[in-house]
């Protein structure tokens, strides 16, 4: 998948000589212990930036349109994981591939030509990420159909299902979507989709990471074995 949508930690190159020859001195057990409460020091940094819709840089979130404003990033947040563990390397990011496209879209922004046939094939959603019961009884007013499962035409499918195969992201698209569609006349088969830049996935600069490499490391050095 193009684009980042994990943060991923190797301590090689982000200690000083006297730093790294203490971590090397550890055993395989405790390299992979300061890793794992690195990281998820780092998914608490990030969840926090979603509670303030900041940016890494500090910059806030670009603005969204009507309610629930937080509810994408926040779901994202709290299903975010280390998904990658050893004594060197640390991922923290999505088990969910789905998940993991939605965060990428958020983290890196995007600007994408979807086609009607592109938008029809969804997969079931994540725990979480789900369409808000307010975009699906939109979805419903707006004339959203799916063909269903033993079904044999286009049929308006309930909330339920919408909250089930739908998720937040692409909720917000189709409702933009068939906007469009009722306001045009044209019939598109075909649309641009933008989303900007909400970067909230990481340590602030490399430095921070640095600095919380040493800071667990001292307390692994001073700590009982």
């Keep these: 998948m193009a684009g980042r949508s994990t943060f991923e930690l190797d301590v090689r190159g982000q ?8 971590l090397l001195s550890l055993p395989p057990k405790l390299r992979r212990r300061l890793l794992n409460q690195v990281t998820k020091r780092v998914r608490t940094m990030s969840r926090k930036r979603v509670r303030d819709q900041q940016n890494l840089d500090g910059s806030p979130f670009a603005p969204r349109k009507g309610d629930g404003k937080k509810k994408m990033e926040a779901g994202l947040a709290k299903l975010m994981v280390v998904t990658r563990l050893s004594a060197d390397e640390a991922e923290l ?3 969910n591939a789905l998940t993991r496209w939605v965060a990428t879209q958020q983290h890196n922004g995007v600007s994408e030509r979807r086609t009607a046939a592109q938008m029809r094939r969804w997969n079931k959603t994540a725990p979480g990420l789900a369409a808000t019961e307010k975009q699906a009884k939109r979805l419903r007013r707006l004339g959203f159909r799916v063909r269903q499962a033993g079904k044999k035409t286009l049929s308006r499918p309930s909330v339920a299902w919408i909250q089930e195969h739908v998720n937040y992201a692409q909720a917000g698209l189709l409702i933009r979507i068939l906007d469009d569609e009722r306001n045009e006349s044209s019939g598109a ?5 933008t989303l900007p830049k909400r970067q909230f996935i990481g340590a602030n600069t490399q430095r921070d990471t640095s600095l919380l490499i040493n800071q667990v490391l001292q307390q692994i050095l001073t700590s009982p074995r």
């Design 15 to 22: 200690l000083g000589v006297r730093e790294q020859l203490a």
């Design 189 to 193: 088969q075909s649309w641009e989709i």
């Design 93 to 95: 990011g999505w088990k």
